[in-house]
């Protein structure tokens, strides 16, 4: 089973940038998405974007588009999510994530190995 570990969380205002990283030890084809996702105080976990190592291919939540971006280094065996222009409202625990689904899937239950989490706190 892959192990995933977040970094680059923390404190930033309001239309500032941050960017995370998830490292993935243990990767097999099965791994075929990695995804990206956050939970609020008091809320339900909610899918980010995702990204598939092979190809690239990337897919985003409407809240994030345009201001998310998510990457990947096959050679680093690492994915990124570039954060900009932050708002209050994108504060949460970051988790990432990995599936083995072939199609884009936004279910949190999709993703089989979790990373620890990692906190952005957006202060206004």
């Known amino acids: 089973q892959v192990q995933l570990v977040e970094s680059g969380g923390g404190l930033v205002k309001a239309g500032g940038s941050l960017s995370l990283s998830c490292a993935a030890s243990?990767?097999?084809?099965?791994?075929?998405?990695m995804g990206w996702f956050r939970q609020g105080p008091g809320k339900e976990r909610e899918f980010v974007a995702s990204?598939?190592?092979?190809?690239?291919?990337?897919y985003y939540a409407d809240s994030v588009k345009g201001r998310f971006t998510i990457s990947r280094d096959n050679a680093k065996n690492t994915v990124y999510l570039q954060m900009n222009s932050l708002k209050s409202e994108d504060t949460a625990v970051y988790y990432c994530?990995?599936?083995?689904?072939?199609?884009?899937?936004?279910?949190?239950?999709?993703?089989?190995?979790w990373g620890q989490g990692t906190q952005v706190t957006v202060s206004s």
């Open positions: 994530a990995s599936s083995s689904k072939l199609v884009v899937t936004t279910i949190p239950s999709d993703f089989k190995s």
């Open positions: 243990g990767r097999t084809f099965r791994d075929y998405r």
């Open positions: 990204i598939t190592w092979s190809a690239g291919s990337a």
